[in-house]
């Protein structure tokens, strides 16, 4: 799995550079990882809500998913990465492309909230509120 992230991570770095595709996974990427253990079923719910957002387009619902995934592998395994890292970084692309409001979809979003693990639903809870204050603060701009 991780020889495949990398090689994906690395053709998609040269050809594929979509800064848009890349905030929305450091979106989603941030509700998983606020999460203690990142479960198949927590993929499958993503899978589907990808595919909400890009209707019938395979190849951008598999590229989310492998961004997705490489950010939580980048968090797993490097110790200077981490959630806050993903936040600081929604913080700034939306600061320098406030556009990118509109790729949050707070529907989508409590969908991902855990149900099952009360801790973990607190941790996304809040991570849900700090974009709705984003969204509050650079809307104003």
């Known amino acids: 799995m991780n020889f495949k992230i990398n090689f ?3 053709f998609r770095g040269l050809f594929l550079r979509s800064a848009s595709i890349e905030f929305r996974a450091k979106i989603f990427a941030s509700m998983l990882l606020a999460k203690k253990k990142i479960e198949d079923k927590d ?3 993503l ?3 990808i595919e909400e957002i890009y209707a019938k ?3 951008r619902i598999n590229i989310l998913l492998a961004i997705i995934k490489e950010y939580i592998s980048m968090v797993k395994n490097y110790k200077s990465y981490t959630l806050d890292t993903i936040l600081r970084d929604i913080d700034r692309d939306l600061k320098l492309q406030p556009r990118y409001l509109k790729k949050i979809n707070f529907e989508h979003l409590r969908r ?6 009360e801790d973990d639903a607190l941790i996304q809870q809040r991570i849900y509120e700090f974009l709705l204050s984003e969204v509050e603060i ?3 701009n």
Not at 112 to 117: D, Q, R
């Open 138 to 140: 650079y809307s104003k």
């Open 112 to 117: 991902i909230i855990s149900s099952s693990n």
């Open 43 to 45: 993929y499958e719910l």
């Open 47 to 49: 899978k589907t809500i």
């Open 57 to 59: 387009n395979s190849i």
């Open 8 to 10: 994906l991570s690395f």
